[in-house]
């Protein structure tokens, strides 16, 4: 009699533990907080890739400074040339070879990215 209680309250024991005791959900939210999303709608060069350019390129891509690299993106004529000719969209996006290159950070934002193609394929306009 005591070894068909005791197995009893092992079965007991077991099907307590193998029942889960409530549910779990976890959604994107609460695991990444909020959705950032990417506005590649309203960019502008005035608004977004001057002050770009100036914060992660002039170092080395405005003739004025000491480690000049021979490429000028100073300007809005400059950079429009170097945007429609695909350099800069291919040059920012370049994983084996980054600009800004890996000592500066390397690869830009995805979000940044995004933004200057968005500014290209709208024909780099100077708004």
């Known amino acids: 009699m005591k070894r068909t209680i005791f197995y ?8 307590l533990l193998a029942v889960p005791s409530g549910c779990y959900y976890d ?8 959705v950032q999303t990417c506005d590649t709608v309203s960019v502008s060069y ?13 170092k080395c891509h405005k003739p004025s400074e000491p480690l000049f690299s ?6 809005y004529d ?7 000719s695909g350099k800069i969209s291919d040059r920012t996006n370049n ?5 800004p290159p890996l000592s ?24």
């Open 8 to 15: 009893l309250g092992m079965a007991f024991g077991a099907l």
């Open 78 to 84: 400059a950079t429009k040339a170097y945007a429609t």
């Open 95 to 99: 994983v084996a070879n980054p600009m």
């Open 70 to 75: 021979g490429y000028v993106l100073e300007g």
């Open 27 to 34: 959604n994107e939210e609460d695991l990444y907080g909020p």
């Open 46 to 58: 005035s608004g977004f890739i001057l002050p770009l350019l100036q914060n992660h390129c002039y």
């Open 104 to 127: 500066e950070g390397g690869l830009l934002p995805d979000c940044d990215r995004q933004k200057i193609l968005a500014w290209i394929r709208a024909g780099a306009p100077n708004n």
